[in-house]
């Protein structure tokens, strides 16, 4: 029976959504005493949470002004993105030998969870349906800091990934890149599993290029 979340974890977890889905957007700033009381709770948790946030650069507090969340860069993206690029690589190299066939349906069924997600215009649904989709792959290494260093990545790029997804061609895109990435966890080709991640990551990176300056 999965253990109800803390208060602290509850908070967090609204915090993320509003930055994924838009309501908080970049550059606003987060007013604690409405935030809240919106949520039910009381300033320490949110606090916390902010905290957490803020070591992820998710948000940036400014003496006398408070929190406010972090505008989009794309500096930031692309070292966020090479990050990934280092860390996934070893761990994808490290994973894919030892991947069994359960572990090839959790990644079928993940995909299906996000186009079912794609067709309902539900960008938190598609977004924890594609982490799923990842750390299947990235946690049959068998490496439990290098995953959680690449959460921290993960976590500080919400943002940027409601912009990707809101883009029916870049939904098309993932859907494309993730059959083929699953064809080859089939093979046993680590070599090219990598290849098609550095593919996924460069086009999200471009398509982005786009729109975050």
């Known amino acids: 029976m999965k253990r109800p979340p803390t208060t602290q974890e509850f908070v967090l977890a609204e915090l993320r959504r509003g930055i994924l889905t838009g309501e908080m957007p970049p550059g606003s700033p987060v007013r604690q005493d409405a935030l809240a009381e919106k949520l039910g709770v009381s300033r320490v948790p949110l606090r916390e949470a902010l905290r957490t946030l803020e070591g992820e650069g998710q948000v940036i507090y400014r003496p006398h002004r408070g929190y406010q969340v972090a505008d989009l860069s794309l500096d930031d993206l692309l070292e966020v993105y090479r990050i990934r690029e280092l860390l996934e690589t070893e761990a994808t190299l490290r ?119």
Do not use: C
Request: proline share 2%.
């Open 95 to 213: 994973a894919v030998p030892l991947m069994s066939s359960e572990d090839i349906e959790r990644l079928e069924q993940a995909e299906e969870d996000i186009m079912r997600a794609a067709a309902a215009d539900d960008i938190v649904g598609m977004a924890a349906a594609n982490r799923r989709f990842h750390f299947t792959v990235l946690e049959a290494s068998g490496m439990p800091r290098l995953t959680r260093l690449v959460r921290v990545m993960w976590d500080a790029t919400d943002a940027y990934r409601a912009l990707y997804y809101s883009s029916s061609e870049n939904r098309a895109r993932v859907h494309t890149e993730h059959k083929a990435i699953i064809a080859a966890v089939r093979a046993g080709d680590a070599d090219e599993v990598v290849r098609l991640w550095n593919e996924h990551r460069a086009g999200a990176v471009s398509a982005l290029h786009r729109i975050v300056q």
